[in-house]
């Protein structure tokens, strides 16, 4: 059975052009993982997230699902996986949220990867052989 998110809609996680296709069909095509911690980033922080923001008139559109249709990011990103989001949790500043999580990783099974000294949040369920988070830079 497919995850359903608690505090999103499905629009958050994926473009425009693939919801028009899909509808809320389109949460077939993200890893649960990703589902799930974008609900446990949620109730940890306690603060609205961001991820996509096109369907509420926002300019975020790229920020999950990565469909064909992007030209942006690396071609074999995790985006184009559904393993990937890029998040902003209001009023904390991106680096604050990865220590926090580093710090408490148990509490964030599901991230294998964060990127490193961007302003977002971003985190993966990447298959990598390494204990822990990994932080890594583009």
Known sequence: MIYQPKHFRVEEF????????????????????????ADVIREYFGKPVQINTWASGGDR????????????????????????????????????????????????????????RVSWLHIDCAPINHAGIYLFRQ
């Not at 052009?17 to 509808?23: P, R, V």
């Not at 904390?92 to 408490?104: G, H, S, T, Y």
Request: hydrophobic share 40%; proline share 2%; with cysteine.
């Open 14 to 37: 994926v473009s425009s052009t693939f919801f028009a296709k899909y509808g809320a069909r389109s949460i077939m095509a993200l890893d649960d993982r990703m589902i799930k911690t």
């Open 61 to 116: 559109r790229w920020s999950g699902l990565r469909d064909p249709s992007c030209t942006i990011g690396a071609g074999n990103s995790q985006h184009r996986y559904g393993r990937a989001l890029d998040m902003l949790i209001e009023g904390i500043p991106a680096a604050e949220v990865r220590a926090e999580i580093l710090a408490n990783q148990e509490c964030f099974i599901y991230i294998t990867r964060m990127e490193d």
